[in-house]
């Protein structure tokens, strides 16, 4: 796993609102869309390749007449997430140093 644009981004998305409670795709599309634009198709193939993964577990809940699929975050996932934390930290500490302090970076 390395940080950066991309599928990274939506995958630490996705498990960070999942993490705080299990939810459903719509809410988690939501959530994400106040990131970055995602469409619920585009969404819905990160969840199932998430979940493929180990990474998400999925249970049928019934709202209003209708079974709606919720995600929940598996043992594996809470794993991935904080990986992706301490990626976006040293991603975020590098591009700050750039954008804010001026100053050169080091090399690694």
């Given amino acids: 796993m390395g940080f950066g644009a991309g599928p990274d ?6 498990l960070s609102t999942v993490a705080r409670e299990p939810t459903y795709g719509y809410r988690i599309t939501q959530q ?7 469409s619920e198709s585009s969404l819905y193939p ?14 049928d809940q019934e709202f209003a007449g209708r079974n709606r699929r919720y995600y929940k ?7 991935a997430l ?21 100053g050169e970076m080091e090399h690694e």
């Fill in 46 to 59: 990160v969840l199932r390749r998430l979940q493929k993964e180990g990474y998400l577990e999925t249970y």
């Fill in 82 to 102: 904080e990986q992706y934390q301490d990626q976006w930290v040293e991603y975020r500490d590098k591009i700050d140093r750039i954008l804010l302090g001026g």
């Fill in 73 to 79: 975050i598996t043992g594996d996932g809470q794993q």
């Fill in 32 to 38: 994400a869309r106040s990131i970055v634009p995602v």
């Fill in 9 to 14: 981004i939506l995958d630490s998305l996705v």
